[in-house]
C-alpha cells in the first residue's frame, strides 16, 4: 500500500530562477500551463459506499512552475528513446526540442543514438546536436530519428557521459525497462551528488504503462489492427468456411486486441496473455469455433502474441537483450493446430493468416497520439526545469501528473475477467465467457 510520502518528486534543490522572466513561457498561455508546487490530482476517485476517498494519496500536477531550478540559458538537455518502437516518439522528439529551444531558449539539446547505448562510449555512437531543421518535419515518419535500442548499459557509464558533456536534464523516452534504466541512472546521479534532472516520457505499443490513461501510439497501432480484423473479416465472409486469424502485438497484455476487437465489431474470439484459454477439451476454443463454423461458415479471432503460451514448447521462450521474454509465434502454431483439427474431422476450413505485428508500431501518428505526444513532451521539459527528477509524465482524470518512477514501474496495467474492457469485449465478440475464465497469475 502506497504512502503519501511515495507520491513526493525529488528535487535537485530550491529553485533559483524566476520562470515570469522566461520571455518564452510568459508570451505562451501561462495561465493555462502554470502550476503551484502544491497542486495535486488524487489517486483514488472511484470509491463504493463503505469504502473512503483517500484524498491524502496523490499526485502533483504536471506544468510549468513559477520558479525554475535551472537558467534555461545554460541549460544543456539530452533525449534518448528507448526500447520498441512507436507511432509518435518523432513527436516526442520534435516537441521536447520546440519547448527547450524556442521557450525555454536552452544552450544546446543533445540526441542520443539507439537507445542508451548512444551514452556508453564504447559503442561510439556521436549523438547528434538537434536544431529546427533536423526536428521541424519528422513527426511524418514513423519510428524514431534518434533509433532505439535494448540491452543492458551500466547506469555509472551514462552518468559518465552526462557528466563527460555537462548534460543538465535527460529525458529518456521509452517503456517500463526504461523507467526502471532511467530510476537507475537516478540513484546513481543522487549518490554522486549530482544536479542532473531525469524525467521520463512513457512509451510502449502494448499501453500497459500504469498512470497512463492510454500511452502515445495506441490509438494509432489500433486503427492498424481495426483494419487488419475487418480485412480478416472479408476473407473469412469471402471463402467457404473461411477463418481470418489476427496476430496482434502485445507481449503480455491485451489492450491493442481488445480495442481493436471493439472498433472492428467483426471479431469472434479474442485472446489475450492475460486470460488463459484452452484448445482441447469439450467448451475449449477448436470445439467452439467448430460449432461457430457449422452453424454461421467463418470466424474472426484476433490473439494477442503473448497469449496462449502455456500451449507452446517451453524451449521455445527465449529472452530478448533487455531481459524481456520474447514469446513463441503463438499465431503460427494456433494456425497449424485449427487446421489440423478440421483436416481430422474432414471439415473444409480456409483459414487467412494475418500478423500486422510490426506494420502497426511503425507507424506515423495519427491526430489524437500526435497531439498527446506533444503534450507530454511540453509538461516532460516544465519538469525538468523546475528542478524534478525521478519522474515520468502521467495522465490521471484528464490532468498531466508527475508519477515517481518508482510507482509507475511497480505494477503493470493489465485487463482482466472482471475489468470494464474485458465486459465490453465479451460482448461485442459474444464469445462464451468461459473460454477464457481464469485470470493469468
Ligand atoms: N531494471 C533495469 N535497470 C536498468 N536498465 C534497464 C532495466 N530494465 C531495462 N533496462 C534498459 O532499458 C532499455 C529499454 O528497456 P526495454 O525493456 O528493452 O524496453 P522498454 O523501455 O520499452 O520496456 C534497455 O536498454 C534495457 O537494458
Ligand atoms: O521485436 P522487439 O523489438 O523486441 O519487439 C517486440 C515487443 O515489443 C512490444 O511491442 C512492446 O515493446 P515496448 O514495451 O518496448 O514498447 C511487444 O508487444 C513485443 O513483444
Known amino acids: 500500500m502506497w504512502k503519501p510520502s511515495d507520491f513526493e518528486i525529488p528535487t535537485l534543490g530550491e529553485a533559483r530562477v524566476n520562470s515570469e522572466d522566461v520571455p518564452g513561457l510568459k508570451n505562451i498561455a501561462a495561465g493555462r500551463y502554470w502550476v503551484d508546487d502544491d497542486e495535486r490530482v488524487p489517486y483514488q476517485c472511484v470509491f463504493k459506499r463503505d469504502s473512503e476517498l483517500q484524498t491524502d494519496?496523490?499526485?502533483?500536477?504536471?506544468?510549468?512552475?513559477?520558479?525554475?531550478?535551472?537558467?534555461?540559458?545554460?541549460?544543456?538537455?539530452?533525449?534518448?528513446?528507448?526500447?520498441?518502437?512507436?507511432?509518435?516518439?518523432?513527436?516526442?522528439?520534435?516537441?521536447?526540442?520546440?519547448?527547450?529551444?524556442?521557450?525555454?531558449?536552452?544552450?544546446?539539446?543533445?540526441?542520443?543514438?539507439?537507445?542508451?547505448?548512444?551514452?556508453?562510449?564504447?559503442?561510439?555512437?556521436?549523438?547528434?546536436?538537434?536544431?529546427?531543421?533536423?526536428?521541424?518535419?519528422?513527426?511524418?515518419?514513423?519510428?524514431?530519428?534518434?533509433?532505439?535500442?535494448?540491452?543492458?548499459?551500466?547506469?555509472?557509464?551514462?552518468?559518465?557521459?552526462?557528466?563527460?558533456?555537462?548534460?543538465?536534464?535527460?529525458?529518456?523516452?521509452?517503456?517500463?525497462?526504461?523507467?526502471?534504466?532511467?530510476?537507475?541512472?537516478?540513484?546513481?546521479?543522487?549518490?554522486?551528488?549530482?544536479?542532473?534532472?531525469?524525467?521520463?516520457?512513457?512509451?510502449?505499443?502494448?499501453?500497459?504503462?500504469?498512470?497512463?490513461?492510454?500511452?502515445?501510439?495506441?490509438?494509432?497501432?489500433?486503427?492498424?489492427?481495426?483494419?487488419?480484423?475487418?480485412?480478416?473479416?472479408?476473407?473469412?465472409?469471402?471463402?467457404?468456411?473461411?477463418?481470418g486469424l489476427v496476430k496482434v502485438m502485445g507481449r503480455d497484455s491485451g489492450f491493442i486486441a481488445s480495442y481493436a476487437t471493439l472498433a472492428s465489431i467483426t471479431v469472434n474470439y479474442t485472446l489475450i496473455p492475460e486470460l488463459e484459454f484452452d484448445l482441447d477439451g469439450p467448451g475449449a476454443l477448436l470445439e467452439h469455433l467448430e460449432a461457430r463454423i457449422r452453424h454461421k461458415h467463418h470466424a474472426v479471432i484476433v490473439i494477442a502474441e503473448g497469449a496462449g503460451q502455456h500451449l507452446l514448447e517451453e524451449d521455445e521462450r527465449i529472452v530478448d537483450a533487455s531481459g524481456n521474454v520474447k514469446h513463441g509465434d503463438i499465431g503460427v502454431y494456433l494456425k497449424n493446430r485449427i487446421n489440423r483439427y478440421f483436416k481430422e474431422r474432414n471439415l473444409e476450413v480456409n483459414l487467412k493468416y494475418f500478423d500486422p505485428s510490426y506494420m502497426l508500431r511503425s507507424l506515423p501518428a495519427n491526430a489524437n497520439d500526435r497531439i498527446f505526444a506533444a503534450d507530454l513532451a511540453r509538461f516532460a521539459v516544465h519538469a525538468a526545469m523546475a528542478g524534478k527528477t525521478d519522474l515520468m509524465i502521467g495522465r490521471?482524470?484528464?490532468?498531466?501528473?508527475?508519477?515517481?518512477?518508482?510507482?509507475?514501474?511497480?505494477?503493470?496495467?493489465?485487463?482482466?475477467?472482471?475489468?470494464?474492457?474485458?465486459?465490453?469485449?465479451?460482448?461485442?465478440?459474444?464469445?462464451p465467457s468461459s473460454l477464457q475464465s481464469r485470470n493469468r497469475t
Open 57 to 243: 494519496l496523490a499526485f502533483e500536477k504536471a506544468g510549468a512552475r513559477h520558479r525554475l531550478f535551472f537558467n534555461p540559458g545554460e541549460v544543456n538537455a539530452g533525449i534518448v528513446t528507448c526500447g520498441g518502437i512507436c507511432p509518435g516518439l518523432n513527436d516526442v522528439i520534435r516537441a521536447l526540442y520546440m519547448e527547450l529551444h524556442y521557450i525555454y531558449h536552452v544552450k544546446s539539446v543533445t540526441g542520443f543514438r539507439y537507445g542508451l547505448r548512444g551514452l556508453d562510449p564504447s559503442y561510439e555512437l556521436e549523438p547528434i546536436i538537434l536544431n529546427h531543421e533536423r526536428v521541424s518535419d519528422i513527426q511524418a515518419h514513423g519510428g524514431t530519428m534518434l533509433g532505439t535500442s535494448r540491452g543492458h548499459v551500466d547506469v555509472g557509464v551514462v552518468v559518465d557521459t552526462l557528466v563527460a558533456r555537462n548534460i543538465h536534464m535527460l529525458f529518456i523516452v521509452g517503456g517500463d525497462g526504461s523507467q526502471r534504466a532511467a530510476h537507475g541512472v537516478w540513484q546513481e546521479i543522487e549518490r554522486r551528488g549530482l544536479n542532473i534532472a531525469i524525467v521520463g516520457v512513457p512509451k510502449t505499443i502494448d499501453n500497459d504503462i500504469n498512470f497512463v490513461y492510454k500511452t502515445f501510439g495506441f490509438d494509432t497501432a489500433v486503427s492498424f489492427a481495426r483494419d487488419a480484423l475487418d480485412a480478416a473479416h472479408i476473407e473469412a465472409k469471402g471463402n467457404p468456411n473461411g477463418i
Open 396 to 431: 490521471r482524470f484528464n490532468q498531466y501528473i508527475h508519477v515517481p518512477i518508482p510507482i509507475a514501474v511497480a505494477t503493470r496495467k493489465k485487463i482482466s475477467l472482471e475489468s470494464e474492457i474485458w465486459m465490453a469485449v465479451l460482448q461485442a465478440t459474444g464469445q
